[in-house]
């Protein structure tokens, strides 16, 4: 046992100081999938990594995704991101709207993080992030990232069609839940530049609970979920490890079940970290070094584009 705490102690303390050197390392990206209230499961994900010294270089979220994704990209500290996760209801994400295009508006959640983010312009944030929509008249993903408003795009993200009225963007296009087109933005995430992708899936495990679907919103999305699952093999291979939280149990529209949630989510995270250390080493391990040949030719890119 004694043996065994000491390569432990060794194993962080070697990670601690490889992590401190940013370009020894692959960088790390963070997708996070669309789950609604079973998306404040990413809560304890992120706190299982930050806790086994896990860094995130970049994040891509849709839906619910976004929203927790967002709000660590902006650097608000994981207590408070768990406050958040604790304190949300449906009130305030939606109220109820005179619109044909949906039963609700999502407008009070744009709201609600614009209060609330430490930065809400992309541009600014201090982790690279990505937010996944769907243009509703093209079917087509709408990747917003790099600038404009991150309370916007979160919004747009969420925007479950048929429940919530969509979202209009400056170039006029009708912008619905990202759930549609990339449930699990596995290749969002790859391109903000991550060597290695850490898919976060709160769907895994389908739907578990007994009883018919309480609410509109829980019929809605249970609905999105059974069309997301072939879509999402592909986006699920795309990934280098897939975290799965146990809440098949927990159905989409249970907000009040947030504390169940995120220790899910911290046991799913924790469970994966030797996994995750180890694709880590293998990738510093590698005889071509692959992730600095590819960060030197995307420099050399972005210098000779610039020229």
């Known amino acids: 046992m004694r043996a065994s705490l000491i390569d432990s102690s060794l194993i962080t303390h070697h990670f601690l100081i490889m992590f401190r050197n940013h370009d020894n390392r692959p960088r790390i990206g963070l997708a996070l999938s669309g789950g609604a209230a079973r998306g404040i499961a990413h809560i304890g994900v992120l706190r299982g990594l930050s806790e086994h010294q896990i860094p995130i270089d ?100 969420c925007a479950i069609p048929g429940w919530y009225v969509p979202v209009m963007d400056e170039h006029g296009r009708q912008l619905v839940d990202g759930g549609l087109v990339a449930n699990i933005p596995s ?70 079940r947030a504390p169940e949630l995120i220790s899910a989510g911290y046991d799913a995270a924790v469970a994966s970290v030797p996994e995750i250390k180890a694709l880590i080493q293998a990738a510093i391990s590698s005889a071509h070094k692959w992730y600095r040949l590819r960060r030197r030719t995307d420099s050399r890119h972005k210098r000779l584009s610039s020229t």
Not at 97 to 110: A, C, D, H, K, V
Not at 188 to 216: H, K
Request: with cysteine.
């Open 187 to 256: 290749n969002t995430a790859r391109s903000l530049g991550a060597d290695i992708v850490v898919a976060v899936d709160v769907n895994a495990e389908g739907a578990r609970f007994l009883g018919p679907s309480q609410s509109v919103v829980s019929v809605v999305l249970q609905s999105m979920l059974l069309v997301q699952r072939v879509a999402c093999l592909h986006q699920l291979e795309a990934a280098d490890l897939v975290i799965k939280p146990a809440i098949g149990h927990i159905r989409w529209d249970e907000m009040a």
């Open 58 to 157: 970049c994040i891509a979220g849709t839906s619910a995704g976004s929203i927790v994704g967002g709000a660590m990209a902006s650097g608000m500290p994981l207590a408070e991101i768990e406050e958040l996760g604790l304190s949300l209801r449906w009130r305030d994400v939606g109220r109820l709207t005179m619109s044909r295009m949906g039963i609700q508006s999502n407008e009070r959640l744009e709201r609600y993080l614009r209060e609330r983010l430490p930065v809400t312009r992309f541009e600014e944030l201090p982790i690279p992030f990505a937010v996944v929509a769907t243009d509703l008249h093209s079917g087509d993903p709408v990747i917003m990232r790099d600038k404009g408003d991150v309370p916007f795009a979160i919004r747009a993200s």
